[in-house]
Each structure stands twice: as C-alpha cells, then as structure tokens.
C-alpha cells in the first residue's frame, strides 16, 4: 500500500512509519494506520462517516480514496488528495471514489522527521564545487561533459535509493504514474525486475559506479581525455544492452533508462567531437584504476548493508506482528497470578471507575523508573476517563534516610492539597532534575506527612514479591517479562474492552 505524499505532508520517516504499520497484528488495517499514525505522534480518531456529514468536516482529514489511505484538504470547492501522488477531485468525485471511513488527525512536535542525517546538502555541495571548477577552469565541452556526468550520478543515485523502498519524486516525475494501470510508460518493471546480479550489484548500481567515476575523471581534463573517451566507447554496449532489454525481452520503455541512454549518447558525442587523445600516463591509469575500484567498492559495500537492513526490517516487521497479536500478549498477562493489593487512596491518578487499572511499583530514586512514569504520565494524558494509576512508590522508615521521608512527605502534600495535574508535574520535575529543594518548594510545607500507608504499600508489594523497580500491573496481572513497557500502548483499547479482565 502506498500513500508517500501522506506521509511526506504529515513529515513522517516513512521507513519508520512503514516498520511500525506492516508490523501491526492488524496490517493492513485502518486499525493499524491509525496506531501507527498515534505510535508516530499524530493523534487520530477514526470514524465510519455517511458522506452526507462529511461537509462538516474539518479543513484537513484522512480518508480511503481508491482503496489507499489518502490525505484530503479542502480547497474551495474541490478537494485535493494526497496519496501515492497528488491530485485534484471534486465532491462528486471524492464521494464515489471514498468509502465511509474518515480518520481526523491532530499533528505534535513528535511527529516531525526523525531522520539522523540528511546527506543531500552535502551531495549538493559537492556538484556544486565540481561545477564551478568545471565552468571556471575547463572548455565548454569539457564542463558540459561534467554536468551530464552528475546528472547521471543523481539519476542513479535516485534508481539506487529506489531499489530498497524509498519514493524518489525526480524517477516519479519522469516516469508519471508507476502503478499497474498504466505498464506502458513504467519504469518499475524495467529497474525493479533487473535480472543482472554481478556480486550481488544490478545493471543500474554499475550506471551510478560509472557516472561517479567519470565526474572525477572529468575534472582532469584533457589530462585524462583518451580513458574518457575509452569509457564513453564502452558505454555503447551498455546503451545496446539496455534497448534490448526494453525492447524485446520486457517489451517496454523505461523513460529514466532512455534519459541515461541519452546522456551516455551525449557524452560519447562531445568526447568524439571536442576531445583530444593526451599523452599516454601511467599515473592517469593507475588513478583511473584506483578510482573504480574504490567506487565499484563503495557501492557494493552500501548495497550489502541496505540489502540487510531491508531484510532485517522485513523480519523484524513480521515478528513484532506476531508479538504484538493482543491474543498472545493476553495469554503471557495471565500466565501470572492475580495480585491482590490492599485498597488505598494514596497517589490513585485518572478515573477511579476505569476499567483498565494501571499500578506501577516505583522508587524516586530508582535511575530506570523515570521511562516508567513518562508511559504512565502518557496514558494518563491520553485515556483521562478511561484508566486509573497508581503510584506505589516503595517506604521503609528503617531504610530511609531523612531526605527520602521529606521527598515523600512532600509528594503527599502535594496530592492531598493540590490537583493531579500539580502532583503529576511534579514527580515529573523530580524525575527530570532530581531536586529535592524543587519538590519541598513545590509543596510549600516543611511537616512530615503520615506515611503509615507507603509502609503498608511496600509490605503489600514485598508480600507479592514485587521487590524490584519499575513494575507495572495491569488489573492486577504483572506485566509479562517477554514484553517492553512501551509495548503497552499497542494493547490498551484491547484491555479497556476485554471483559475477561475487569
């Protein structure tokens, strides 16, 4: 399913995204659109919604148009959908090509890309020094020949990115619409179905090893003019090789291939024309040689390890599928025995008549548990009327020391005469800073609380060999061991509905 105009709006990393949603027990689902949609920070709700309602919609929404997850905006009159590509349909139109479902998104900062590195800057950088060097110290020719050598490397820089599932917007616009409809004019069957396999590189990986070897020999000219024009020479094997393959095995034409074959015809032209055999060069060959080599390597390297990386994904995705199936996570949930605690009204935070009950065994100074409450604080903030926590921060007078017992005196004050947004910001702010003088300021008392009931709370949790921190229980099941905490978020609608845990 693609829908990478979606995804580029909404400034998601569609590898991420496309990781998490084909990893989903529910793929491919509206179900598993919308968890992804909220696992990468956009909010959503979804609805099934009779067309004659969808005037009343807002400006900007998710729909199913032609059976893809498709972003539609109003504008005027018409409506523009983004999906695979963009395109412009009127409310007739929208109406007979959508279905009833609607899904209303609300964007965060989460939701921005992610990405570590963007290397494009870089590369732009770089064929910019190489033009201006051309321009400024070559002959016309010989910068004209330079330029069609870096329009070749990004062109199968783009067929390379390609290859392992990233949409490249320069190959869609040169070859329009790549979807089975319309054979006649896709590249896909041509680039995605290349046969050729030397060391595990197709025909396009050796167009971009080519290309960026003759836009470095291209700066040396006329010094390397006579293996320029050896490789141009060459390259007509690669043009024929190319047509017969379009022509009479896959009987179509790929528009990149010939844009490639042209700038190979171009090359071989200005090399015939403009280009004067120099003086033969050890040095000149032995750089010649040194520099396919490295780039024959460089490539062949980042192939192998974005062919794993692909593979690695494929696999991870299906086993996070089969670990996140609610069924199975339910089944390890009660393998454990219930847990019966003690009723006590001390940090009880949410709904107190939620169905979903969420308690974590936690200490203030305990390093891991600071994860713990920011995916409690998290449910809170999401499900307000539909889950309950409670903190169990574990006490025992004997053990602690002066400044833990004002820590949770503090805390205490703060829950009994303050909100439970003022108490949750601040164990937040304990968590982050670890500030003692922040919380005892934050409560604005100096006296010591009754902590009777944490001291009942840590018998009741040590009772239940509960003695490590964090734990979470859900409705009074431990969290299963085989599970991250994070993975909760994949399972709370599920939890809330199954009756066989209330």
């Not at 060069?281 to 750089?287: D, E, H, K, Y």
Request: hydrophobic share 40%; with cysteine; charged share 20%.
């Amino acid at each position: 399913m693609i829908f990478d105009k979606l995804i580029n709006y909404l400034k998601l990393d569609k590898q991420e995204f496309s990781f998490q949603f084909n990893s989903h027990p529910n793929y491919p689902s509206a179900l598993a659109f919308s968890d992804t949609l909220n696992f990468m920070g956009v909010k959503n709700d979804a609805y099934e919604l009779d067309k004659e309602y969808w005037d009343e919609l807002p400006e900007e929404f998710i729909a199913i148009v032609d059976n893809s997850f498709s972003l539609v905006k109003k504008s005027g009159a018409n409506y523009s959908v983004y999906s695979e590509k963009a395109k412009t349909l009127n409310k007739e139109e929208l109406h007979n090509k959508s279905t009833n479902f609607v899904l209303l998104f609300e964007k965060t900062e989460n939701a921005e890309n992610k990405t570590v590195f963007n290397f494009k800057p870089l590369l732009y950088a770089v064929f910019a020094i190489i033009l201006g060097y051309s321009f400024f110290t070559q002959t016309l020719s010989e910068a004209i020949f330079n330029v069609l050598s870096l329009a070749g490397v990004y062109i199968s820089l783009e067929i390379f990115n390609q290859k392992f599932g990233n949409t490249s917007t320069v190959i869609g616009s040169i070859c329009g619409d790549t979807s089975a409809k319309q054979t006649a004019n896709s590249c896909d069957k041509i680039i995605k179905q290349d046969k050729t396999s030397i060391l595990g590189l197709k025909f396009s990986d050796f167009s971009l090893i080519y290309f960026t070897g003759l836009a470095v020999l291209g700066l040396f000219l006329p010094a390397t003019a006579y293996i320029v024009k050896g490789f141009t020479f060459v390259s007509l094997l690669a043009i024929g090789y190319s047509l017969y393959i379009q022509a009479f095995v896959e009987k179509t034409f790929c528009r990149v291939c010939l844009l490639i074959i042209s700038i190979l015809a171009g090359q071989l032209a200005l090399s015939i024309i403009f280009f004067q055999n120099a003086p033969f060069s050890i040095g000149i060959l032995l750089l010649t040689a040194v520099l396919w080599i490295l780039a024959f390597s460089a490539v062949l390297y980042f192939s192998n390890i974005l062919s794993q990386k692909e593979s690695l994904q494929k696999s991870n995705a299906k086993n996070l599928r089969f670990k996140r199936n609610y069924e199975l996570f339910k089944s390890q949930l009660l393998e454990n025995e219930k847990i019966e605690f003690q009723d006590t009204e001390t940090f009880v935070l949410g709904s107190k008549n939620s169905k979903l009950r969420l308690s974590i065994i936690s200490n203030p100074y305990c390093g891991f548990c600071k994860d713990g409450h920011k995916i409690m604080e998290g449910l809170l903030e999401k499900y307000p009327e539909d889950i309950s926590v409670q903190i169990r921060f574990n006490y025992s007078p004997e053990r602690a020391d002066e400044r833990y017992t004002k820590l949770l005196s503090s805390f205490k004050n703060i829950y009994n005469n303050g909100s439970q947004k003022e108490f949750l910001k601040a164990v937040e702010e304990w968590f982050e800073t670890k500030d003692e003088n922040k919380i005892f300021s934050l409560s604005g008392s100096s006296e010591t609380e009754d902590l009777t009931t944490f001291v009942e709370i840590t018998k009741d949790n040590s009772n239940s060999g509960l003695n490590f921190t964090p734990i979470f229980i859900l409705n009074g099941y431990q969290f299963p061991d085989k599970y991250d905490r994070e993975d909760i978020w994949f399972f709370v609608d599920e939890l809330m509905e199954d009756e066989d845990l209330q």
